[in-house]
């Protein structure tokens, strides 16, 4: 259980970086601020539209069945 609140607490903060990432992002790849801006909102509307399926999913079947793995793996073992 433990393994899953730090996998859920670092994909949260990975997602919520992006305005600290932005610029080097830009740097790195030479993108277009529009475009990089565009496909990031795109990542978190279809989180958004996704989150309550998946929440009924794992309330279902648990979230050992959807977690990657790895992390699985881990938590089989506690």
Known sequence: MAVAFVTMGV???????????F????????WD?????GAFSFGFLVS???SPFIGRLMDHRGPRVHEPP????????A
């Not at 994909?11 to 990432?21: C, D, E």
């Not at 601020?33 to 801006?37: D, F, Q």
């Open 11 to 21: 994909g949260v903060n990975a997602r919520t970086a992006f305005s600290l990432l």
């Open 23 to 30: 610029p080097p992002i830009l740097d790195e790849f030479g």
């Open 33 to 37: 601020r529009g475009v990089t801006a």
């Open 48 to 50: 958004a539209i996704l």
């Open 70 to 77: 790895r992390s699985r793996a881990r938590t089989d073992r």
